[in-house]
């Protein structure tokens, strides 16, 4: 990326000049006794209040958490909504392109297909690690957007740094690395790039490490000027009040966060050897998320068996270079031991 480069240059035209929807609480947003300008029902408080569309008090305190400016930092309805709006943002259906590294999250395949984007699917190596050549090599002068997911959904393993590195020095795109596992990877990721790094995006989640799947709130890093651009083009109150006072809650006892974390790195750690003494487990790849890819003699009968036990994990055999292989969460200690108890029960016929 050459120290020129500027973000508009990637922006489809129509949102270069795009005037976004202006709502009441953009207009007004300082603090006063009577709100008559939006239309609100004066009862019922304090979910009466439209919510504060700039998130302004939750942007700061994840700000703060991770050492970012608040203007770095763009907030969604779940980390997909980061990734749709950035599909909008950039590229233009019919002609602009992005590169996927499969086997990965799928969300990003069904972003493109939505939005009418050529996807360009490039294969980790059979050890699952990234070859920055193959990428580059896909690139051309229509691509918009270059996702790497580390610690890598459903492979488990962390895409290496160096490689990572040589992507993003390389292109003339925007790399958007997905860090939704990162609270429990032995890497820091790549997020002290940001200020260096003027293509690049970072995406982070309260869906994993804290315990926050069920209220949606995706965390994008990136460039100031993007995150102008993703802001004129969501829904002026994406985050609902709910949301934004649970998120609060949440961020204010980050030790919380941390100690389930290292609650489940022990808790990985014992699952690890418990199935690795097994014979029907033939092989536990290594994992650098709160979950673990295993492969097995003959996947779909292990998952219905599981299951007719009440036990659900995710059978990703039919996914390319993770053949024979299931998906396992990580859970609590008392699902870990069900999960290994009942293995144990298990005969392959
Ligand atoms: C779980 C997961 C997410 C989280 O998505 P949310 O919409 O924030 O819940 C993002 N990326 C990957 C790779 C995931 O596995």
């Known amino acids: 990326m050459p120290d020129s480069f500027d973000i508009s240059s990637l922006v489809r035209k129509n949102i270069l000049e795009l005037n ?7 207009e007004f947003s300082g603090s006063a006794s009577v709100f008559l300008d939006a239309n609100e029902n004066p009862f019922n408080t304090p979910l009466n209040r439209y919510p504060d569309p700039g ?73 699952f690690s990234l070859n920055a050549s193959a990428v580059l090599e896909a690139v051309d002068q229509n691509t918009k957007m270059i996702f790497l997911c580390s610690p890598n959904n459903p492979t488990a393993n962390s895409l290496e740094m160096e490689a990572i590195l040589k992507i993003i020095d390389s292109v003339n795109c925007m790399v958007v690395v997905d860090e939704a596992y990162i609270d429990f990877s032995s890497s820091k990721g790549v997020l002290s790039l940001l200020s260096e790094k ?9 869906s994993k490490a804290w315990g926050l799947a069920g209220i949606r709130l995706g965390m994008l890093f990136a460039h100031s000027d993007l995150v102008r651009f993703l802001s004129a ?16 809650s949440a961020l204010r006892e980050p ?27 033939l092989e536990v790849k290594p ?23 009440g036990i659900i994990i995710r059978d990703r055999s039919s996914v390319p270079l993770c053949e024979g292989c299931l998906r396992i969460t990580v859970g609590s200690a008392e699902e870990n031991r069900s999960l290994i108890d009942t293995l144990r029960t298990y005969r392959s016929s």
Request: net charge negative.
């Open 20 to 26: 976004p929807y202006s709502s009441a609480r953009n």
């Open 198 to 206: 003027k293509n690049l995006v970072v995406l982070q989640t309260l």
């Open 233 to 248: 083009v969501k829904y002026p109150y994406n985050i609902n009040a709910l949301t934004l006072k649970e998120a609060l």
């Open 55 to 127: 998130q302004k008090e939750l942007k700061q305190a994840i700000a703060r958490l991770r050492g970012q400016a608040v203007e770095n930092l763009f907030l969604g309805n779940g980390s997909d909504e980061g990734i749709d709006l950035l599909f909008r943002v950039l590229c233009e259906p019919g002609k602009d392109n992005v590169i996927t590294v499969d086997p990965t999250y799928g969300m990003y395949a069904v972003c493109a297909k939505i939005n009418d984007v050529e996807r360009r699917s490039v294969m980790l190596t059979e050890d």
């Open 287 to 309: 994992s650098d998320a709160n979950f673990l890819l295993v492969r097995v003699e003959d996947p779909g009968a292990l998952y219905t068996f599981l299951m007719k036990q």
């Open 255 to 281: 030790k919380r966060a941390e100690l389930w974390v290292s609650t489940i790195l022990e808790e990985r750690e014992g699952m690890v050897s418990d199935l690795v003494s097994m014979d029907i487990i």
